[in-house]
């Protein structure tokens, strides 16, 4: 329900990328700031942040103790798709 | 106080049985419960994600989706991220993490939470390890 008016000022060229952003999405100036107030602003219910925190501390992972470890491993991937030159199947 | 998230912080809360897990963990439950306000990018999840998926560490499944519950909304890479991380003064620092320094920046993020000592430097974000007790607690305060 859109219920709370909201006036802001903003600046010719804010205004300007506003109206282009809403008129290459075909919806209005507001729509264009209520989806990026939702984008970034928006969050889980704090019960399934919670919950997701629980699950992850539960999931025992084999995680090299050595943080140098982790990152050879982490940048020995990346490394290693760069030198066949293509993007592995993505899960 | 608003503090960026490293991949490997994310990587390991999922493995409670080393000292480092469990304060990873520590730090992820204060930021789902709303006592302490960390943050992550696309960038760093992204991380995660590669590691998972190419399954070179066991016992990853499901931890992406999961930080992403956690951490959403995750912070853009966007194109002045892009430039700030072109432009910055950090030459031992690898592509992703100066895009996470930039991130940081552009953010007005002044700390972040992670493992890896590549991101100490004079580039201005200060690095905080999850082991640093007396540094975590004055984060989550």
Not at chain 2, 67 to 92: G, H
Request: hydrophobic share 45%.
């Amino acid at each position: 329900m859109l219920s709370e008016r909201l006036q802001i000022l903003v600046s010719p060229e804010q205004k300007r990328r506003l109206e282009s952003e809403a008129a290459a999405q075909g919806t209005s100036v507001g729509g264009v700031i209520r989806a990026a107030v939702d984008a970034r602003y928006t969050r889980a219910p704090r019960a399934q942040r919670i919950a997701a925190v629980e699950a992850i501390a539960a999931m025992q992972a084999e995680v090299p103790e050595d943080p140098a470890g982790l990152e050879r491993i982490m940048n020995a991937g990346r490394l290693a798709e760069a030198s066949r030159g293509v993007d592995a199947p993505r899960s | 106080m608003t503090f960026f998230i490293d991949a490997n912080v994310l990587v390991y809360s999922a493995a409670p049985e080393s000292e480092r897990g469990r304060a990873c963990a520590s730090i992820l439950r204060a930021v789902a419960a709303e006592d302490a306000g960390g943050r992550t990018s696309t960038a760093a999840l992204e991380e995660v994600w590669d590691l998972e998926r190419r399954g070179r560490v066991r016992g990853l499944t499901g931890l992406t989706d999961r930080a992403f519950q956690v951490l959403s909304p995750l912070l853009a890479v966007t194109d002045e991220v892009f430039a700030t991380a072109l432009d910055l003064d950090a030459p031992d620092a690898g592509t992703n993490d100066r895009l996470h320094l930039a991130c940081c920046v552009r953010n007005e993020i002044e700390v972040i939470v992670s493992s890896d000592r590549g991101l100490d430097g004079g580039h201005g974000i200060e690095r905080v390890d999850p082991l640093d007790e007396p540094a975590v607690r004055s984060l989550l305060a």
